[in-house]
């Protein structure tokens, strides 16, 4: 298991968005310690991304996100293919013009670069989630390019050549909560996750889970459209325990507290 989180908003948003980035990471430390990474963009410039072989309590206090960012991506990775030693295989992923994150595995995005003559981003990766982000970065972010991916997923990316907009898609085996609010969207693995977002953040959210085998584009903290798709469920997969790091949690909830704490 992994986790992912992120959220969009809009331009003249008041929220706090390092904090945001901290509550939400926090939500989903519990998930994965191999390694843990962000991503964020502003206005039209290009995605920046962070990330390190680590677990989210050693991100925490240094996570810097700008001010005027609407985009944000957080990941915590369990790892299954592509060993976390390569920074490339470890999350945010990126692909051409895409940068994503992941939970689940594609079972055939070996095929799936070959099939297309894809090449991988840099040689030495070997991650299955970049197979998820090659197609979307041909077929123009349309769902109907997720039927080709067989596995479980749960995915979230943002394309450079899509300004102000970020994807957010659900195939099978992996869960994916949106929370609405007053100048943004945000989502997350877990409801808990949105749920200590608001705490924290003095947000009130609006809460759905996605559908499987759906798409949804989020543009400037409003959801624009959505599309579906056929998720390929031929596939066995071994499911592992939602909570792989629990010392993760604990700790960055006992930071987090005393972030919010007066002084």
């Known amino acids: 298991m992994c986790g992912i989180a992120g959220y969009s908003l809009e331009p003249g948003s008041s929220l706090d968005r390092r904090l945001a980035a901290q509550a939400l990471l926090t939500g989903i430390a519990e998930r994965g310690a191999d390694a843990v990474g962000y991503a964020h963009r502003v206005a039209s410039g290009p995605v920046s991304v962070h990330k390190q072989r680590s677990g989210a309590s050693a991100l925490l206090d240094s996570i810097d996100v700008p001010a005027e960012a609407t985009e944000l991506l957080v990941h915590v990775r369990d790892y299954t293919k592509g060993h976390p030693r ?142 579906r798709f056929r998720p390929d469920r031929h596939f066995d997969e071994v499911l592992l325990p939602a909570v792989r790091a629990p010392h993760e949690a604990r700790a960055c909830r006992q930071r987090l507290a005393s972030l919010l704490s007066p002084t």
């Open 86 to 227: 390569i920074e490339a295989n470890n999350h945010p992923v990126r692909h051409g013009a895409v940068v994503g994150i992941h939970n689940g595995i594609i079972f055939n995005d070996d095929e799936i670069m070959a099939r297309h003559g894809f090449e991988r981003d840099l040689p030495a990766m070997t991650v299955d989630s970049e197979a998820i982000f090659a197609l979307a970065e041909e077929a123009g972010n349309r769902a109907l390019a997720l039927e080709e991916l067989r596995g479980s997923l749960a995915s979230a990316w943002l394309d450079e050549r899509r300004s102000g907009a970020l994807f957010v898609a659900r195939g099978v085996g992996r869960p994916v909560w949106i929370g609405r609010g007053e100048t943004g969207t945000f989502f997350a693995s877990t409801l808990d996750a949105l749920e200590l977002l608001e705490r924290c953040v003095s947000l009130d959210l609006e809460k759905r889970e996605l559908a499987e085998g759906t798409l949804l584009v989020l543009e400037r903290g409003r959801e624009r459209r959505s599309e």
